[in-house]
């Protein structure tokens, strides 16, 4: 499976903080916005990604990521001049996919909750069709919104709907076959010109090939793209590092328990990070790694 962060768009209800740097590189408590969706990739068991971000960004994000070969992943990197939908990312994207499954996610999406590597591992084996990942909200009418039958299954699907089915909103992580590319390609625009993911879901639902798991009590999904929800998710993620002591979406760890990397290297990693408490918190979980 391929990976995708997209990482685009001009992040104007962050303005006009966004104007000078880009929202992905804005901090969440102690890393960078884009940790977190880059964590939960890895954690999918994902080593292969695509960046997709604006021009500007991009050399802002490599210093920052390189090609990710200290990680043990493979980074590469795209352009998106203008932000056209995010079904935008599968045309885009298309040669980093080639003939293999893919999964998108958002760079502004934080997940966090007991469980999330296992369910990752049981959705992302042999993707037929699509997996969305719905998450209870209490105004499903600023979200894409899934309605499931009593048993579960998938039957509708709406865009920020004024009088929504249920409360599920559909989360910024998704997992398809090879079949979205050309599915992608083939959506039209929409009434604001986008090319709309609930179109290209639409699709997968009407074949009957769409499924919705939905994260349970206890999982945290946050959408960090507003200052206020910015700000609530950096309390959340302080909140849970202070009384834990483990750091959420801390790339080098996620590499070493993975098997990207050896302790050894985790450490390394660390130490040039050695005068912060976060290359401190790497240098000790590579130290009860066996560095």
């Known amino acids: 499976m391929k990976g995708i962060v997209l990482a685009g768009g001009y992040g104007s209800r962050l303005h006009p903080i966004t104007l000078a740097v880009s929202k992905q590189l804005l901090p969440v408590n102690d890393k960078p916005l884009i940790y977190y969706p880059l964590s939960a990739l890895m954690l999918a068991d994902v080593r292969d990604i695509l960046i997709i971000a604006l021009p500007g960004d991009i050399p802002q994000l490599q210093r920052l990521l390189g090609d990710g070969s200290q990680l043990g992943i493979s980074l590469t990197y795209a352009e998106q001049p203008v932000p056209n939908g995010l079904a935008q990312a599968f045309?885009?994207?298309?040669?980093?996919?080639?003939d293999d499954s893919v999964a998108l996610v958002l760079g502004d999406n934080i997940f966090h909750g007991n469980g999330?590597?296992?369910?990752?591992?049981?959705?992302?084996?042999?993707?037929?069709?699509?997996?969305?990942?719905g998450y209870p909200v209490n105004d499903p009418e600023r979200y894409g919104v899934g309605?499931?039958?009593?048993?579960?299954?998938?039957?509708?699907?709406?865009?920020?709907?004024?009088?929504?089915?249920s409360n599920l909103a559909i989360t910024g992580l998704y997992l398809y076959d090879n079949d979205v590319v050309e599915i992608a390609r083939r959506i039209r625009p929409s009434a604001r010109g986008e090319?709309?993911?609930?179109?290209?879901?639409?699709?997968y639902l009407e074949a009957g090939r769409a499924k919705l798991v939905t994260f349970g009590r206890g999982f945290a999904w946050?959408?960090?793209?507003?200052?206020?929800?910015?700000?609530q998710a950096g309390q959340y993620v302080q909140t849970l590092e202070d009384r834990q002591g483990v750091r959420i979406a801390c790339l080098e760890e996620v590499a070493l328990r993975m098997g990207f990397i050896d302790a050894d290297a985790c450490h390394r990693l660390g130490a040039k990070l050695s005068r912060s408490g976060y290359g401190e918190y790497v240098m000790a979980v590579a130290g009860e790694m066996g560095a």
């Open 91 to 98: 045309i885009t994207g298309a040669d980093h996919i080639g």
């Open 116 to 133: 999330f590597y296992d369910l990752l591992a049981e959705h992302t084996r042999n993707v037929d069709g699509c997996v969305l990942f």
């Open 147 to 165: 309605e499931v039958d009593e048993s579960g299954r998938l039957v509708s699907l709406a865009e920020k709907p004024e009088k929504p089915r």
């Open 195 to 203: 090319l709309e993911i609930t179109d290209v879901n639409q699709v």
């Open 222 to 231: 946050l959408d960090a793209g507003t200052p206020q929800s910015l700000l």
